[in-house]
């Protein structure tokens, strides 16, 4: 099960870190994925780790200025956002897979949401 909180309202401009919560697997054998869905959009990839923390990957919107990390020890990982854009406005979900990358499909569990609203 995987819970996602930390989101919020934002200036543009500023920072947020968002936290995803494991529980009920062996979460330090897994990557983990952030994915984002705007209104009327498609969800789209963020961010994944590998299961190690290891290996990081990012999409190009958020690349230089996002940072994902994973203590396994919490069972929680994080996505660091600075520089928000309102363009960054979106439902952000994490979700775990055996191998973390950017397609939806590798992914097997999802947690709802978090609402990260960045105001211009």
């Known amino acids: 099960q995987l819970q996602a909180y930390g989101g919020g309202l934002v200036q543009a401009g500023g920072s947020l870190r968002l936290s995803c919560a494991a529980s009920?697997?062996?979460?330090?054998?897994?990557?983990m994925g952030w994915f984002r869905q705007a209104p009327g959009k498609e969800r789209e990839f963020v961010a994944a780790?590998?299961?190690?923390?290891?290996?990081?990957n990012y999409a190009d919107s958020v690349k230089g200025r996002s940072t994902v990390s994973k203590d396994n020890a919490k069972n929680t990982v994080y996505l660091q956002m600075n520089s928000l854009k309102p363009e960054d406005t979106a439902v952000y979900y994490c979700?775990?897979?055996?191998?973390?990358?950017?397609?939806?499909?590798?992914?097997?569990?999802w947690g709802q949401g978090t609402q990260l609203t960045v105001s211009s």
């Open positions: 979700a775990a897979a055996r191998f973390a990358d950017h397609y939806r499909r590798s992914y097997d569990s």
């Open positions: 009920g697997r062996t979460f330090s054998s897994y990557g």
């Open positions: 780790i590998s299961w190690t923390g290891g290996s990081t």
